[in-house]
C-alpha cells in the first residue's frame, strides 16, 4: 500500500481517544485471547505462535473492515515519518520484510505491541492519560508544557511508564492531537530524563 493510499484511508478513520477502542463482542473474545490488555514476553510454543497469528489476523482484519483502528494510530505504524528511529522505512514496512509477505505481517509475534497499541493506545496508566489530556486542553496543545509534564509524570511514575516511556509519550502525544513534529520534541525530551 503506497503512502498517499494510507493517507487516503485516514481520512475515513476515527481521529482521536487515547484509551481503549470500541470493540465488537467477538473482537473482544479475540482480544481475551490474546491476551493484549498486558504485553507478553514469555515464550510460546510454536503451536500456540500459531494459533496467536490466526487469532492476530482476524482481530485486525475485523478492526479493518470497520475502520475502526484511529488515526493517529494507523499513521505510527504504516507512515516512515513516525518511525523517528528508521524514517526511511515503516514499522509497517519492516514487518514485511520479516514476514516476507503482506498476508503474513499479521501472524508475526513483533505485530502484537502494535496490536495491542491499536487498540488499547499508549502503554501507560489512565491516569497519566487523563493528566496528559487535561494539560493538551488547558495549554491549546502546548508542546513545551507537555514536555515538562511528561518528564515530570516519568520521574514521579517511572514504573508504570513502561520500558520504552519515550515511546509510550510520542504514541500519547499523537493520540492527542499533536502535530508529528511537535510529539517527536516531546518524545526526544522525555527521553533526557534519567532512569532509576
Request: proline residues 2%.
Amino acid at each position: 500500500m503506497s503512502e498517499l493510499c494510507c493517507e487516503v484511508c485516514l481520512a475515513n478513520l476515527v481521529q482521536s481517544n487515547l484509551g481503549q477502542i470500541e470493540l465488537t463482542q467477538s473482537e473482544q473474545s479475540l482480544v481475551n485471547v490474546l491476551r493484549l490488555s498486558r504485553l507478553q514476553n514469555d515464550s510460546v510454543g510454536q503451536s500456540e505462535e500459531i494459533e496467536d497469528g490466526k487469532y492476530a489476523e482476524r482481530l485486525m482484519l475485523s478492526l479493518l473492515d470497520r475502520k475502526a483502528i484511529l488515526a493517529s494510530r494507523w499513521r505510527y505504524f504504516y507512515l516512515p515519518k513516525y518511525n523517528i528511529s528508521q524514517p526511511q522505512t515503516s514499522r509497517y514496512t519492516q514487518l514485511l520484510r520479516k514476514a516476507g509477505a503482506a498476508e503474513s505481517v499479521y501472524w508475526l509475534s513483533d505485530f502484537r505491541k502494535y496490536l495491542r497499541y491499536f487498540v488499547f493506545g499508549a502503554d501507560l496508566p489512565d491516569a497519566i492519560k487523563r493528566a496528559f489530556h487535561t494539560k493538551f486542553v488547558e495549554t491549546n496543545g502546548s508542546r513545551v508544557a507537555l514536555a515538562q509534564l511528561a518528564r515530570r509524570l516519568v520521574r514521579e511514575h517511572q514504573v508504570d511508564c513502561g520500558s520504552e516511556p519515550s515511546e509510550n509519550f510520542y504514541q500519547l502525544a499523537l493520540d492527542s492531537g499533536l502535530q508529528q513534529w511537535d510529539a517527536r520534541v516531546l518524545r526526544d525530551s522525555v527521553k533526557t530524563v534519567k532512569q532509576k
